[in-house]
């Protein structure tokens, strides 16, 4: 199992010079969120977000109690929400 731990988006400011951000607060997005960061940066003027990379850390299995531990951890698996479903969380 693994929790998202930083989220570094690469952009391309106005003078063409291409920069790494670290988000200050969010550590992990979906496409949609990331769509519309990109819509957000360039209608403000700040450049171009050309992608973003989540980078994750590894959890002891002893961590994990149930399924609501993990949502609230923010873990993700491949089958998380199938999962979840069938442990009746």
Same mark, same amino acid.
């Given at each position: 199992m693994r929790t998202p731990t930083k989220l570094t988006l690469t952009i391309k400011r106005l003078n063409g010079d #291409? @920069?790494?951000v670290i988000h200050p607060r969010l550590k992990n997005i979906s496409k949609m969120q990331f769509k519309q960061m990109q819509v957000a940066t360039k209608k403000a003027g700040k450049g171009d977000i050309l992608s973003f990379d989540v980078e994750y850390k @590894?959890?002891?299995?002893?961590? #994990?109690?149930?399924?609501?531990?993990?949502f609230y951890a923010g873990v993700h698996t491949d089958n998380t929400v199938s999962n979840m479903s069938r442990m009746g969380d």
């Open positions: #291409i @920069e790494k @590894e959890l002891a299995q002893a961590t #994990i109690k149930t399924s609501s531990d993990m």
